[in-house]
């Protein structure tokens, strides 16, 4: 049910919103039970398009899973009874909400709104007509620390996703590591050497609980550390190991995932977790083996530019992949400018910096560490500093944008 509503009658019910939010007298937020909070339609349009002025966070959402672990709940207040979270959407707006305030009045809708309301302005002229009123690039987190391994997946090609499921464009990808524990890896691409029918025929076997799928002889094991960055274009087999926190940086065409070996685990629900291996076994790329892994997909970091407190390095992303990504390192302010698109970032270094307007168009915007925030492409120009008990110190961010 969840996934007939998901893939189909949101995105229906999302073509009638559209209009009648663009001319409704009043909107009413009944999400918090026996709460309900109004606004008027002209009230909520403008604030809406006052966020594509400035810099904004969505309300993050945190889920758990069967590998969840339990970074995210030491470092983000979240509920210590829960089991673990695995999953945080920290800029996803289709899965977001974005909250409002008009005076004493805070209004909770969803992310998508804005996109589908103000998408030029939020989105830049170029990144509007090719993805239209979409926001094609996806911040969100992965707890294994204290956890386990995620599903061994792959993600379907373009002309694949275009053929069978009618996406123009396919989830592209990228593990940034946040923190590691000393053993941890990431499974990326396949040896070198093996078979490919070798590979699924014990992919199968395993899925039918015959025996264990054979990892170690058929997929890379490469150890991960703090800062590295995995790029992950379509096609290549992955999956993040236990004692990770990643930041994954992708793109977003909704959720099309193949799982092709899921560790023999069951579901919360108790159920065998399903597995997509007839998929699967269309769209993975067997060039993407060890040598080629290492010489495209690991680490492929390379100096921009640098002033006087800061440094740019180019960290990703592959070039089949839509999305640039580059980090500043910085102990004084930057300037950066949005050149016209929607740009991406997280402080993934540093316990706070400030985002301000070097004209005064906007008010100082504080962030702390590991926080995703949205730089809409009406911004134009803008400057990150250290700030708080971080000034002084060195901080980082990737920044993610759509390639012209």
Not at 17 to 30: E, F, G, N
Not at 129 to 147: K, S, V, Y
Not at 290 to 303: A, C, K, S
Not at 368 to 380: K, N, Q
Request: hydrophobic share 40%.
């Amino acid at each position: 049910r969840y996934k007939r509503a998901f893939f189909i009658e949101w995105r229906v019910f999302d073509r009638h919103k559209t209009p009648l939010l663009k001319r409704a007298d009043y909107l009413l937020d009944t999400t918090e039970e026996n709460a309900p909070a109004m606004v008027s339609g002209e009230a909520l349009r403008a604030g809406l398009q006052q966020t594509t002025t400035q810099p904004f966070r969505v309300a993050p959402f945190f889920d758990p899973g069967v590998w969840g672990g339990q970074w995210m709940k030491q470092h983000f207040d979240l509920d210590p009874s829960a089991p673990n979270y695995a999953w945080c959407f920290d800029c996803v707006p289709e899965e977001n909400s974005l909250l409002l305030r008009f005076g004493n009045v805070r209004i909770e809708i969803p992310s998508q709104d804005l996109v589908l309301i103000y998408p030029r302005a939020l989105l830049g002229e170029k990144v509007h007509a090719r993805f239209g009123a979409e926001f094609p690039i996806r911040f969100d987190f992965l707890d294994t620390i204290g956890g386990q391994n995620l599903s061994f997946q792959v993600h379907p090609v373009t002309e694949y996703i275009q053929q069978q499921f009618g996406m123009h464009y396919t989830q592209d990808e990228s593990y940034y590591i946040l923190e590691a524990e000393p053993e941890a890896v990431v499974y990326l691409g396949t040896k070198t050497g093996i078979e490919p029918q070798d590979m699924l025929d014990c992919l199968r076997a395993a899925g039918r609980g015959e025996k264990t799928f054979d990892d170690e002889r058929f997929v890379n094991q490469i150890t991960a550390h703090k800062h590295d960055h995995f790029l992950i274009p379509a096609g290549t087999v992955h999956c993040s190991g236990a004692g990770t926190m990643v930041l994954e940086i992708s793109a977003t065409p909704y959720i099309f995932t193949f799982k092709l070996w899921d560790w023999g685990r069951l579901g919360l629900d108790g159920l065998p977790r399903p597995v997509h291996l007839d998929h699967g076994q269309q769209v993975i790329d067997w060039q993407r083996d060890t040598q080629w892994v290492y010489d495209n997909l690991v680490n492929r970091i390379e100096p921009i530019a640098e002033g006087e407190g800061w440094r740019e390095e180019r960290t990703g992303m592959h070039e089949r992949e839509f999305i640039e990504t580059r980090r500043h390192w910085f102990t004084a302010p930057v300037t950066h400018h949005t050149h016209g698109g929607v740009n991406v970032l997280n402080l993934v270094e540093g316990a706070e910096a400030v985002v301000d307007s070097p004209s005064g168009a906007f008010s100082p915007f504080i962030v702390h560490y590991a926080e995703t925030f949205i730089i809409p492409a009406a911004v134009g120009e803008y400057r990150i500093s250290p700030s708080g008990e971080s000034v002084g110190q060195q901080l980082a961010t990737i920044k993610a944008w759509v390639r012209g």
